[in-house]
Structures are given as C-alpha cells and as structure tokens.
C-alpha cells in the first residue's frame, strides 16, 4: 500500500456530505466504499443509533476501509454507529438491503485510487504491471484475456462504445498484431505506436483504451444501471441519492436515469447542473477534474395528485420493479 493510499482524500468530499444530509440515527448506503473516506465523513455524523451499510467487491480495498472505519469507531466510542461490510458488486443490493429502509445512498463510480495506484492491479500505464483490470481479484477475466482472445472486431467495437475512442479500428488492428501482450507497457506502448497523441491534446493516446477494457473486464455500466434501478425502492420517501462520475457514459447514464425518474414524479433532482470540484481540489487532487456530483431525493408523494402517484407507481413497477 503507498503512502498516498494511507493519505487519500475523496474527491468532492463536503459537497457529498452536504448533499447526502445525514441525520443522527439514519440508515445509509456507501455502495463504493474504496479507501472508507466518504464512508467516515458520513458515520462521524450518523450517531450510535445510525448504520451505516458498505459495500467493495474488491477484496484488498474492502479490508483496509475496514482497519481505516475500525479506527474511526474506538476514536468515537459509544458514539460509533453500526456499520456492516459486504464484499459484493454493488449491484448484489437490493439482497442485503430492505426497501425503504435508506436515508440515503452514495455511489462513487469508477476505479479508486488503490487501483490506479498499485501497477500489480494492472488500471494505469504509469508503470508497468500485470494486464489484470479486475476488481474483484477473485474471479472474473482479465483485461490480458480480453486482449489475447477477443477477435479484432469485436475488441474495436467494445473499445469504441466503451471509450468513444474514434480511433478504435487502428487500435484493434494493432493490438491483434501485437499479441501475446501480458503488461500494461506492452499495451500501452502498442497503442501509442499505432494512434499517436492528437494534436495539442495532453492525454496519452492509451487512455481511451484503457479505460474501455476497465469498464469491460467490470461490467461497470451494467453494475450503474442496475443501482439506479434498484434506488428508488430502497430509499425512504425524502431519502437522498448522491452519484459521482468520472467520464461521459457513467454520467449520461446517471442524468437520464435522474431525469426520467423526475419526469414521473419519482425523484426530486437538487443538482440542476453536475456539481464539479474547485480549484483548490483539482490543485490538490488532479482526478477531481473529472468529477462530476448528481443528487436526487425521493418525492414524498404529497405533491402530486392521486393520477400522478398511480402513473408513478406504475413506470416504477415497468422500469425499476418496485
């Protein structure tokens, strides 16, 4: 674990604290636990009446959040709320958690920097490691499977949808010319070789890349999808839904799921534009730039007549199954 892990601080960590509004004795979800830096913002609030419900399917991640919330427990004493860790998907919740039973629900979308951070968990180029990608270590492909075994069509189709890397054809093309590839080097090299930089652009030309066969090997817009369907049944009436996205098709799919849901007097959207981090954090922490923060809270009803509450119900049952 490097030293920058131990000192991590969560991107737009007051503005999820402020959009979550936690109440002393609620029950909230952290469905991206990472490192646990959110997740202590939000039990130093909730009192020892409060529970707060963690989820990370990476096992290494899971465990030093449990040591960093451990610690944050003894310093609170008899004020530590209940916390229990689920070493899942995400997308497992509507099985740990009751409906209705949420105060509020945060989702931090993407790879955490334990990820990008230790090149044996193969996320970034910046120094070279195995080709792995996984989030969960203990089961799934590869991205050196996925590179190795997908047929070239295929791995350009799943690079352009995945990335919108416009390139995706000449990349593909490389890459089945370039196997066997093991190391994200290798890969990264392969590409650079084959697409170089745009012109004026910053951005390493494996970028795109990368960050398709990391959405690939995790499944991770499938794994969105299903929690912004499973949110409306868990949270209680005036509940707080808080997502953070890192590029365009994590947002997209938040805004539209936000947005569709408001249409039908599902959720109330507090966040008209994505909240993003200020100069002093993106200074600080450079990953924030990316960030984009969406919050909903769940109508309560009361608004909307008996029709609108009977349409709402009945888009909710088509859409969301509640």
């Avoid at 989702?107 to 070279?128: I, K, P, T, V, Y």
């Avoid at 209680?236 to 839904?241: D, V």
């Amino acid at each position: 674990m490097t030293q920058q892990n131990v000192r991590h601080v969560p991107v737009l960590f007051h503005e999820v604290l402020e959009f979550l509004s936690v109440r002393p004795g609620g029950t909230y979800a952290d469905c991206t636990l990472g490192l646990g830096g959110h997740a202590e913002g939000i039990i130093r609030q909730l009192g020892p009446a409060g529970r707060l419900i963690a989820f990370d399917r990476d096992p290494e991640a899971l465990e030093l959040a449990k040591a960093r919330l451990s610690r944050v427990s003894e310093e609170l004493g008899t004020e530590a709320p209940h916390i229990e860790f689920i070493g899942e998907a995400f997308s497992s919740i509507t099985r740990h958690v009751t409906p209705a039973s949420l105060d509020g629900l945060l989702a931090d979308f993407g790879a955490s920097s334990l990820h990008f951070d230790e090149a044996r968990r193969g996320f970034s180029f910046q120094a070279d490691g195995p080709l792995d990608m996984r989030m969960d270590t203990r089961s799934g492909s590869t991205a050196e499977q996925v590179v190795n075994e997908t047929n070239e069509r295929e791995l350009a189709n799943l690079i352009y949808e995945l990335s919108e890397e416009r390139r995706s054809r000449t990349v593909a093309r490389a890459i089945v010319r370039g196997r066997p590839i093991a190391t994200t080097g290798h890969l990264a090299r392969i590409v650079a070789s084959a697409v170089p930089p745009i012109k004026g652009s910053h951005i390493h030309p494996a970028t795109k890349t990368f960050q398709a066969l990391r959405i690939f090997v995790n499944q991770e817009l499938d794994e969105i999808r299903a929690l912004l369907e499973a949110a409306p049944k868990l949270l209680k009436p005036s509940a707080r839904l808080v997502v953070i996205s890192f590029h365009s098709l994590e947002d997209r799919i938040a805004k539209d799921s936000i947005r569709e849901g408001a249409q039908h007097g599902i959720w109330n959207i507090l966040t008209k534009k994505p909240v993003t981090a200020g100069e002093e954090e993106t200074d600080r922490n450079p990953r924030a730039r990316s960030a984009k923060l969406r919050a909903a809270e769940k109508a309560s009803g009361k608004q909307h007549n008996t029709g609108n509450r009977q349409q709402a119900a009945g888009l909710a049952k088509r859409v969301w199954g509640v």
